[in-house]
C-alpha cells in the first residue's frame, strides 16, 4: 500500500464536538484505513484524491496552536481524536498527540483518547500522572480473521486487549469501544473482563463496508437479532 505523507500548517487543532466539549486531531487521514470509517468523509473536506487510508497530512503545528488556543477557551473534554487515529503508526515519528497530551495534562484538562493502537501505552508516564484522563481502545470483535476482513492495517485485537489491561493496571480510567459491533463480537466480554471500567456497544450506523459484509456472508451481523444478542452478552460488563 502506498502512503502519501504530506506535513501541513493547521489553522487550529482545538475544534468544538458533538461528542465531547472539544476535539483535537493531530493529523488528517488514517493509515488504519478501516473499511467501514465514518471519517472518509474527510476526503471530501481536503480534497484529496487518494484512497482513505493511503494519505496524511501531519499537523505539525498541532502542539503550537494547542497551547495557545486553551488560554483562551474555557476548559472542557478534549476527545483525542475524532476523525483519526491518534496513535497510527505516525505518530511513533511525529509525537504530536503526545505534546498535546503533556499540553493537556499539564494544563489539567480532562481528556479522553480513543485508539485502536497499542502504542498508546508508550505514554502511560503522561496519562498516569494526569488528572481526568481516560483512555478507551476500540474493540470491534474476538475473531482476528474478522478484524483482518474489517481492519487489515489496524493492530490485533490482543495487542488492544493487553493494552486496555496495562493501563487499567496502572489504575487509569479504561473503557472498550464496542463500535460499530461486527461479527465475531461472542467472547468478548470474558476477554475485557477486568480490563476496563465501562464499555460502550453500538452497531454498524453507515454502509462503506456493506460490500464487506456481503463479500464474505456476513449479513446476519446486520441484523437486530445480531445486535441485541450481543449487546445482552456485553452488558454483563
Ligand atoms: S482507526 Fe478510526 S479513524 Fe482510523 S480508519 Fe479506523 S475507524 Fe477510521
Avoid at 484522563?133 to 475473531?143: C, K, Q, R
Amino acid at each position: 500500500m502506498t502512503l502519501v505523507v504530506n506535513e501541513v500548517r493547521a489553522k487550529s487543532i482545538l475544534s468544538p464536538s458533538k461528542i465531547h466539549r472539544y476535539v483535537v486531531n493531530p493529523y488528517t487521514g488514517c493509515q488504519h484505513g478501516c473499511t467501514y470509517c465514518y471519517a472518509r468523509f474527510m476526503k471530501r473536506v481536503t480534497g484529496h484524491k487518494e484512497p482513505w487510508g493511503e494519505f496524511v497530512d501531519v499537523k505539525i503545528n498541532a502542539p503550537e496552536l494547542l497551547e495557545k488556543e486553551i488560554r483562551r477557551k474555557q476548559r472542557g473534554t478534549v476527545w483525542v481524536s475524532g476523525v483519526c487515529d491518534p496513535y497510527q503508526p505516525l505518530e511513533e515519528r511525529y509525537r504530536l498527540t503526545r505534546q498535546c497530551l503533556e499540553i493537556l495534562a499539564r494544563n489539567e484538562w480532562p481528556v479522553i483518547i480513543q485508539t485502536r493502537s497499542p502504542l498508546v501505552l508508550r505514554d502511560i508516564d503522561i496519562i498516569r500522572e494526569a488528572s481526568g484522563f481516560e483512555v478507551g481502545l476500540s474493540i470491534t470483535t474476538a475473531d482476528e480473521e474478522i478484524r483482518k476482513i474489517f481492519e487489515p492495517e489496524a493492530p490485533p485485537i490482543p495487542e488492544r486487549i493487553a493494552a486496555l489491561g496495562k493501563l487499567h493496571s496502572e489504575g487509569i480510567r479504561t473503557f472498550a469501544m464496542i463500535a460499530p459491533l461486527l461479527p465475531g463480537a461472542e467472547g468478548l466480554a470474558p476477554l475485557l473482563k477486568g480490563t476496563i471500567d465501562y464499555c460502550i456497544v453500538d452497531r454498524m450506523n453507515y454502509h462503506y463496508a456493506d460490500w464487506v459484509y456481503r463479500k464474505y456472508g456476513l449479513e446476519f451481523a446486520l441484523t437486530d437479532d445480531f445486535f441485541s444478542r450481543m449487546n445482552q452478552e456485553l452488558s454483563s460488563l
